[in-house]
């Protein structure tokens, strides 16, 4: 095949252990793009509606895209899909690194589990030869110490991505690493594998990938490497990635600090780039094919602890696991980021969780005697150590919050779920969207939960204004739009933010690799289908109106930020309110948030609105019509 | 002319890895490579590229005298005269010589320099070295 | 005196450049930060998330010389 394919899906049933090959259905890469777009239409196709995520019935999708491996900038992504245990709906999340061109090198574009192992084991594949071969040997071991320990007996160079404990014992934010370091951490798609008894997935491979036009695009690239070795910000890129940004997020009172109990972290300075250039630094690391090398491998020295070897902490993960916890110490926050990463759990849900569970201790909804003994104060790297412990393992109250802060304030009561961050029951990314309201409305309706890059508009809310709410639904859907076509493709996102590549020269590497002669426009329209059929499967899982899903917690929209640059500032509910009622117009939804016939047929969906007509959550016709264009192409007013 | 490795600059992107697959066979495949990258991770966590530094080893143990000497010092196989016997990829020190189910010849580098292009880390840099006084001395006369 | 902004991506817009594809030659006094300096030419300084020069990263207090040459760092639009 010349389209960037490498031409063979692998189905994989693990109650059985029969492992099928089937040539990879183009057409259906065609209409959904592969990545993300494959993975919505294969989940909501072949996982009955009623089909527990932890049994039997969830499939768990490895999927590689289009672009991924083809030398084009920063196409090193994996694409990860299953229903997820946090959310009850559509479940994908993606890593970089080396995975997925790896996958394609040794033949396979896509890998589909099905059904639960017996026994733990691990996906063996070496060009042709796939195995399921037998992981006791590695059940119960740390994702980066299960990764090592394969390396080191399959070969150095296999690509390997593991869960770890918290996957296996069913934790719900659990994730998938690979990489010492990448992990694919939202929506709990390690908690599918764990439930599979998969432990890990190693490949090996020699083939190549064939394009349709390797000239053009070889071209393409060299002119592309030329402008953006000259881009002002290409050393800084590389020299810091994205951990110097702390505090600027904390300057402009969107850095979560105390849970999100405010936005101002005093001791930002502890735990900013600066700290983590200086004191834990050991190389750059990029993903594959990837000239920016943002990633930043380092080791974290705690006294009374071995010295641990990790990649990050990024932005997120020092935000949510560093000024979240009130943590003051960029070693700490480094030592906490290498725990969540060996314990298999998603470091953003994971730090969510865990300051969630500092709040209810401050509040005395929960005590040292749930604590075993311990204290679980800001700041606190043995509490948090502890505390980690009994989550990964379930012991006592530890099980409550491994089911995520949703699940853990519904136990707690007190009205606890008011100062729980999540939407959906996925926790919030490192943005507080009080005083940034697209950005909480980004977290309201990511077809995910509270996830940040479906849709960021920090810096649209700063341009456009921050204390009102008028047309930004239009940009957050034309966000949501351009931004999981990326996921869809299997390419890295930094590229296009940062180093000014456009989508159309993205969309013109995708034509060299595929052939297929698109515009940016089809792709886009390609993405809101997606978009659509992710939001009727949430409602046909879930079987409510739309917009009761929709609705951050109390604390977004009830509180006003104690502190710091953004001292009484916050969104109120009626601006609230008034978002998702112009985000659902946007959308050609009702005003409930269901989809619509008209918008379904428009993006030939029909299948989605019989489905959802059966059930009785098919959208209202709406009076007027809807919208010709849905989501509006944000060109920024006074950035 | 030489590629010079400034091996702690090595992010392992296999940029150059691409490239030089792409470069001969116009296929990407990293494993077509007449180069390779070393990972060392988690402990101590470094990349290290390792190149062909035309050192002509290969060409001293080759039985069929396949491989020859080019112009700016590059040493090139000859396709046709290679029997992908191996007796090179023993003999190479960086072991950057490889073979490929789908060549009857071993893949070497032949100094077309198109790594050091694509390379942003400058971990490989095309490199003039400076001629030695005694060499300088040798050409003035 | 003279400093020489530079600035990619979306800031590039704004920045205007005149020396070339990315940088602007700029007159203004002794003793100002960057944030005045950005403030004086229209733009937002929120939107500058630090500077880079001479290969450290600065924050938006931070006063330049005559003649330096100053990167505009846009913040990372979420990984």
Sequence with gaps: MNNGLAGTTLRVNLTTGEIKRFPTDEKLFRRWHGGRGVIAKLLYDEVPRNADPFGPENIFIVNVGIMSGCYIPSGSKTEFGSISPLTNGHGDSNMGGHLGPMLKFAGYDMLIFTGISPKPVFLYIDNDTVELRDAAKYWGIGSLDCEEQLKKDLGEDFEIATIGPAGENGVLFSCITHDFGRQAGRTGQGTVMGSKKLKAIAVRGNRSILVHDLEALKKQVAEIIQRTKKHPNMEPWQKYGTSFFIRWSNDNAVLPAYNFKTTYYEDVGKIDGDQLIEHCLITHKACFGCWMNCGKYTKAVVEGRPVVHLEGPEYETAATCGSNLGMKDINHVAYINWMMDNLGMDSMSGGGVTAFAMECFEKGFITKEDLEGYTLKWGSLDDVEHFLDMVVHKRGIGEWFAGGSKRAAEKIGKGSEKFAMQVKGQEMSGYDGRWAPGMLLSYMTADIGAHHNRSWTITVDMAEGRESVEGRAKIVVYLQHIRPLFDTWCICRLFWGELDISPEEIVESLNHITGWGITVDEALRTSEMIWNLTRCHYLERNRDIGRVFDYPPARSWEEKIPSGPGKGKGVTKEQVEKMLDEYYEARGWDENGNPTREVLVDLELDFAADNLEKIGFLGKPIPGGVPPIRGEKYKPKAF | ?141 | MVIYLKAGSKLRERLKPDIDYYTRRIETEEGKTIKEILADIGINPALVAFVYTSGKVKGLHYIPSDGQSITLQPPVAGG
């Excluded at chain 2, 060392?40 to 060409?59: E, L, N, S, V």
């Excluded at chain 2, 491989?67 to 990829?89: A, L, S």
């Excluded at chain 2, 198109?114 to 300088?136: G, H, I």
């Design chain 2, 1 to 141: 002319m030489r590629i010079k490795v400034n091996r702690d600059n090595c992010t392992g992107c296999r940029l150059c890895l691409q490239i030089c697959a792409i470069e001969h066979f116009s296929e990407i495949n990293p494993k077509k490579a007449a180069l390779r990258i070393e990972a060392k991770f988690p402990d101590p966590g470094k990349f290290r590229p390792f190149i062909c530094t035309q050192c002509g080893k290969c060409a001293e143990v080759c039985p069929e005298d396949a491989i020859y000497q080019n112009e700016v010092g590059g040493y090139i196989v000859d396709k046709e005269k290679c029997t992908n016997c191996g007796d090179c990829i023993v003999a190479c020190p960086m072991d950057v010589i490889c073979q490929h189910p789908d060549l009857g010849y071993v893949i070497k580098c032949d100094f077309c320099m198109e790594c050091t292009k694509v390379c942003n880390t400058n971990a490989l840099v095309e490199w003039e070295r400076k001629p030695t006084a005694k060499e300088t001395e040798a050409r003035n006369e």
